[in-house]
């Protein structure tokens, strides 16, 4: 009833009287409606496309303007320190993340592969050729779920690797150990991960030697400290989440029980930081030694 009675009393408002004035001032108010809605429209259309344009320039620079290799360069080293969080609202996924899981292959290499399956993610796994004759299965394993069998040495031993006078028995430590799992898995890895990290024992000579022999070294941007944290997997998630930033992350972690407990919650936090999980791919190397050492 009000609508009815509105409409006809705003019919009544345009049928032409006996002056002018009036009907003149309501054309006018009309037209003055429609041109600021053309107004409202034209700016509103001149932001989104504005915006739009903004955002396809920041996703072609990403892709194309910064090289992974060189931001992993500038920032080789172990950050534990308090980071930012990544802004979750982030459009493109271009952030990466390589786990790797030191020191097996062991009891735990199974768990950790399930708990990668379940997640859709894949590691870099650095084992120590001693290890390997047990494990077996495991290293196949490895392979066959897209994950990658890096080297470790054969010993681990700080004083056979680096306190004999040079890096010959190094790097015949790491050549033993590529046969052996090219046995297993049919190819010869060259990814390697000095045992304790590369510093202070690799100097500049050694990691020409290395080079030279044909391999790729890497440490880690990102020390989960997990190795010291048994029966704490809140405070290794804790660790990692507080040190991740940037686009491109290499995380240490260790075959530990306290590790496989951490790696769901672990793997969660990184998800969500919109970050993508990969292997190590020759096809794809990064740089990422504490050096910054284009070498290796
Ligand atoms: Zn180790």
Redesign the pocket.
């Known amino acids: 009833m009000d609508f009815q009675y509105s409409y006809q009393k705003s019919s009544k408002d345009f049928t032409p009287k006996n002056n002018k004035p009036p009907r003149k001032r309501k054309i006018n108010y009309r037209k003055m409606i429609i041109v600021i809605v053309a107004l409202a429209l034209l700016i509103f259309g001149t932001i989104y496309v504005s915006v739009d344009l903004v955002t396809t320039w920041r996703k072609h620079d990403l892709k194309t303007d910064i090289p992974v290799r060189e931001s992993l360069q500038n920032q080789p080293h172990i950050d534990a320190s308090p980071t930012p969080k990544a802004d979750e609202n982030q459009a493109a996924p271009l952030k990466v993340v390589y786990l790797t899981f030191?020191?097996g292959p062991s009891k735990y290499t199974n768990d950790i592969l399930n708990i990668l399956k379940e997640h859709g993610a894949k590691a870099t796994f650095?084992m120590?050729g001693s290890h390997l004759n047990r494990h077996k299965d495991e290293v196949k394993r490895i392979v066959e779920e897209g994950s990658y069998p890096g080297l470790?040495?054969m010993s681990?031993d700080v004083n056979k690797l680096y306190k004999s006078g040079g890096s010959s028995r190094f790097i015949e430590e790491f050549k033993q150990e590529q046969e052996l799992v090219k046995d297993i898995v049919g190819f010869a890895p060259d990814l390697i991960?000095a045992?304790?990290g590369s510093k202070p024992h690799v100097d500049e000579v050694f990691r020409g030697d290395i080079a030279e022999a044909g391999f790729r070294m890497w440490d880690w941007t990102v020390d989960s400290l997990d190795?010291n944290l048994p029966d704490k997997p809140d405070k290794i998630a804790e660790q990692v989440s507080q040190s991740i930033h940037r686009d491109l992350e290499v995380i240490l972690l260790?075959e530990r029980e306290q590790t496989v407990e951490a790696l769901p919650k672990i793997l969660d936090i990184l998800h969500d930081c919109g970050y993508e999980f990969k292997a190590y791919d020759s096809s794809e190397h990064v740089i990422a030694n504490f050096s910054g050492d284009s070498r290796l």
Request: net charge negative.
């Open positions: 030191d020191d650095f120590i470790h040495s681990h991960r045992p304790y190795w260790h």
